[in-house]
């Protein structure tokens, strides 16, 4: 079956442009979530979507980060004016209901910044 | 949000070992889940656990839900080469939308 689909699975871009990243959840699941991974590093949680419910926005570093959800379904995340320290590893994961349900991650879209 | 502290950072143990790494918080949990992360590839959930005292097993892995829900364990028994990877631990609270990840454990086996 299909799991969590991310893409680009790499990008490199210079410093001050813009990206987006994007998530095809796995079918059904209703919670998606945005991390970062930096090099040798855990799991920073970024951004968080249940359903029709407000997303939590609170992991978002700056106001330079921003996600959507369109109908309920693919995410695509933002970054605007493109910084060194934004390079990392970007994962996407989706559960089934979003309360304690266990998270499905897709491989990461791998964001240099140059 | 709070922290969930792992350790060791990393292991490097012999083919055959027995592993042991775990997790802890100051606060409560009401899930723990320990994944594990292949090089390029997202984590993958190897074991989940919802209720303290818990013991579950997969295969060669045993995960416990401490009894206080403030910590967990996972052991892996007879490593292979195929066990290389970072584990991480992760926690998820009645009050919180987020899954809280530990900063991983990176496990090396030498043949």
């Known amino acids: 079956g299909a799991g969590v689909s991310q893409s680009p699975s790499n990008k490199v871009t210079e410093k001050g442009k813009d990206v987006e990243l994007r998530c095809d959840p796995i079918s059904g699941h209703t919670a998606l979530y945005w991390y970062r991974q930096s090099l040798g590093q855990g799991l920073e949680f970024l951004i968080y979507f249940q359903g029709n419910s407000a997303p939590d926005k609170s992991g978002l570093p700056s106001d330079r980060f921003s996600a959507e959800r369109t109908g309920g379904s693919v995410s695509t995340l933002t970054i605007q004016r493109t910084q060194q320290e934004d390079s990392a590893v970007y994962l996407c994961?989706?559960?089934?209901?979003?309360?304690?349900?266990?998270?499905?991650f897709g491989n990461g879209t791998r964001l240099t910044v140059t | 949000g709070q922290q969930l502290n792992q350790s060791p950072q990393s292991m490097f143990i012999q083919e055959g070992e027995d592993v042991s790494m775990n997790c802890t918080s100051s606060?409560?949990?009401?899930?723990w889940l320990w994944y594990k992360q292949d090089p390029g590839e997202g984590p993958v959930l190897l074991i989940a656990?919802?209720?303290?005292?818990e013991l579950t097993s997969n295969g060669r892995l045993t995960a416990q839900f401490g009894i206080t829900r403030k910590d967990s364990f996972l052991n892996i028994s007879a490593s292979i080469p195929s066990d290389v990877g970072i584990y991480f631990c992760a926690g998820h609270q009645y009050n919180n939308n987020d899954m809280r990840f530990g900063a991983g454990t990176r496990l090396t086996v030498k043949p």
């Open positions: 994961a989706s559960s089934r209901a979003g309360d304690n349900s266990p998270l499905h």
């Open positions: 606060s409560i949990f009401n899930t």
């Open positions: 656990l919802y209720k303290a005292g």
